[in-house]
């Protein structure tokens, strides 16, 4: 009977410290973190003249610092920005009026914002200065919040730490923790493509879907609990206890294919952050490096007539239409070349090629017999480039007329056969660019997504390690306790430690301080 009670606390009660943190604060009593020092910064960029730097204050303090820096006694208006001038507190003044001789000491003319808890991000009072944005302005500001920093007094006021701000979101249950990597990764977006995939984590859609799998886990852990409660009362009897194992079996069976997709479209999606990898390959002088130009709108290349101007590998990180691409201009694979610099320059060019996402070969349409040279059809057409998406780009088509062009595209069919795309472009005129750039973000959706409809899914490194190592790992347990004759209480136990694994990633595990820590020390100063 031991392991029966043993089975039902870990079961139904569930930790304190997640059912607390993450009920929805309700505004009748303090939030969570009321003891805990009132911080601020600047949630701007630092070290940086712009027209306007929001500094940004969180605590039970927020209406002292207010009242002191726009020395008055007024309540400052809930969700209402009001224009205040904000002067130098009065505790600082008595150090400084030896040498400044006015009363009020005057810094800024700043538009204000007060947010009262619950109702703010971080569940606490938020005052938001919006002032001026040169550096001399906020550092006064900055020091004269901290001026009014006095322990003794019960005014614990503390510049935030990494995160600080998500952390108290966080503990207030304003948002888990899944949302606040969603945030994170938000603000992190470079790309359009990027910014629609975090979205997935920061509007909570995440959140709700790791909520269900715990919730499923626990329903199954609740049925098997059934029969070792069942089993162990000798006044019932329980004959199908096969057929409920073989009902969860089922169920967990679904949950975990269900998990194994949705990590396949993140890992497909990962590519989104790191950049697609577009290496472009082609004979000297067929316009690798004007293509690259075209692409960037940039000089990155050096173009030359001279055959061979590219010696080495240039990498570029680049937007093409809102995908994050890591462009890679190679040096002209050749035959035969005597300068070992060259020579060293093609064979990474070959490398290069082998390790990307996608690639361009570009080829050069005047001169029909040096069309596909030889090298570097047998390198295309070699197994390591077997499953690589690749397209055939024809340059110069300035300088063939049409009829030429079709039989240019005949030859390479001929050659290459129909599994890739052609296009043709010319760098001078710009002709074709579009349509090329259509073609590449076709691949780049496929590249990125598991299928057309679906989105892209961003969740982070943390995430993605702990339902490897923790909840499909449980899964997988729970399964082999079939090799011991259905044990229930190794299963269970498995499924127990699935669920804590998907605790653990939204946060409503027992003892995540140090969770916490990982987490919110990769967060800017002011988020
Ligand atoms: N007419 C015309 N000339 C082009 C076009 N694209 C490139 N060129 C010219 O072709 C020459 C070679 O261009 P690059 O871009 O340096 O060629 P590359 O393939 O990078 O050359 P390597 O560095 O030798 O491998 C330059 O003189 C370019 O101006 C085009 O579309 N039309």
Redesign the pocket.
Known sequence: MKTVLFLRSQLFSRPHFARSALRRYSGFTKPFTSQLPTIYALSTPAHQTSAIAIIRISGSLCKYIYSQLVRSNEKPPIRKAILRNIYLPTSFRAEQLHRQKESKLLLDSSLLLYFQAPHSFTGEDVLELHVHGGKAVVNSILKAIDSLHDRSSGKDIRFAFPGDFSRRAFQNGKFDLTQLEGIKDLIDSETESQRRSALSSFNGENKILFENWRMSIIENMAQLTAIIDFADDNSQEIDNTDQIFHVVENNITLLRDEIITFMRKVEKSTILQDGIKLVLL?A???????LVNNLTNDDT?I???I????RDSIDAMININGYKVIIC?T??IREQSSDKIEKLGIEKARKKSIQSDLCLF?VDPTDSLKLVPENILTHVLSDTFKDKRVIIVV??N??VSSGDMVKVVNKLQIKFGEKYPIVSV???TKKGIESLIETLTKNFKCLSQSNVDSSPIIVSKRVTEILKNDVLYGLEGFFSSKDFDNDIVLATENLKYAADGIAKITGQAIGIEDILDSVFSKFCIGK
């Open positions: 082609g000297p002088n067929v316009g690798k490096s004007s290349s173009v030359s007539d055959p061979g101007t590219t201009d040096a002209g570009i340059n110069k300035d300088l010319s760098c001078k």
